[in-house]
């Protein structure tokens, strides 16, 4: 089974960055298509931010271009979401998730991916 921890978290003040970062165990990009990254703030749904998929590809969600990259390290498995300009709306539980079917490539929605971290939370000030 394919488990996922992110660790990276914390607090930031308006503008600045943070790097999540998300180690994958049990996965295959042979047999796995997907890992992204979502967020989930107090009351909203899980958003979709970025993915890459066992083709190449990666997909970052309009809101977030240009301000979080999505990359990762093959050899560790750990994927990786470098957040900049961080505001007070990215306040959030951050987290990771692999998708084992064709149907996470191209997509950001939840339901298209099966495997959950826990989540790391990141808190925006003012």
């Known amino acids: 089974q394919v488990q996922l921890v992110e660790s990276g978290g914390g607090s930031v003040q308006a503008g600045g960055s943070l790097t999540l970062s998300c180690a994958a165990s049990?996965?295959?990009?042979?047999?796995?298509?997907?890992l992204g990254w979502f967020r989930q703030a107090p009351g909203k749904e899980r958003e979709g931010l970025a993915s890459?998929?066992?083709?190449?590809?990666?997909l970052v969600s309009e809101s977030m271009r240009g301000r979080f990259i999505i990359s990762s390290d093959n050899a560790k498995n750990t994927l990786y979401l470098q957040m900049n300009s961080l505001e007070p709306e990215d306040t959030a539980n951050y987290i990771c998730?692999?998708?084992?079917?064709?149907?996470?490539?191209?997509?950001?929605?939840?339901?298209?991916?099966?495997?959950w971290g826990q989540g790391t939370q990141v808190t925006v000030g003012s």
């Open positions: 049990g996965f295959s990009a042979y047999n796995d298509h997907c």
């Open positions: 998730a692999a998708g084992i079917s064709f149907g996470c490539v191209g997509t950001l929605s939840a339901t298209k991916y099966e495997y």
């Open positions: 890459i998929n066992s083709f190449g590809g990666t």
